[in-house]
């Protein structure tokens, strides 16, 4: 009535079946993934970007401190001392201690 499945026969089985259950993920769209692709090297450049700039606002911070021996009361106050245009509105800043960071 029953056939014994020999032992050699059991390994292709299984491995025909695990292939029939990864190709039930359905097609990719090779063009939604170099799009995705595209997006996470942009926000990876931006994020690279910001944190070169927020560097550099952090420097300029203690230039200023080592030219006038206190913190500048505000950000506005090392604009002069940029030699890049930033957009000193995305840092916060606390002139007790210097400290500067992105604005969440």
């Known amino acids: 009535m029953y056939k014994r499945i020999a032992a050699g026969n059991i390994i292709p089985c299984l491995l025909s079946m695990a292939f029939l259950f990864a190709c039930s993920e359905g ?9 995705d692709a595209l997006t996470g090297a942009y926000k990876r450049g931006q ?3 910001e944190t070169a700039n ?3 606002v952090k420097k300029t911070v203690g230039i200023y401190r080592a030219t006038h021996d206190n913190y500048p009361q505000s950000l506005d106050d090392i604009k002069d001392l940029m030699t890049s245009k930033i957009d000193l ?16």
Request: proline residues 10%; aromatic residues 10%; glycine residues 10%.
């Open 89 to 104: 509105s995305r840092y916060e800043y606390n002139p007790e201690n210097g400290a500067v960071s992105l604005k969440e």
């Open 54 to 56: 927020l560097d550099a």
């Open 47 to 49: 994020q690279a970007g």
């Open 27 to 35: 097609p990719k769209n090779p063009v939604a993934e170099y799009g």
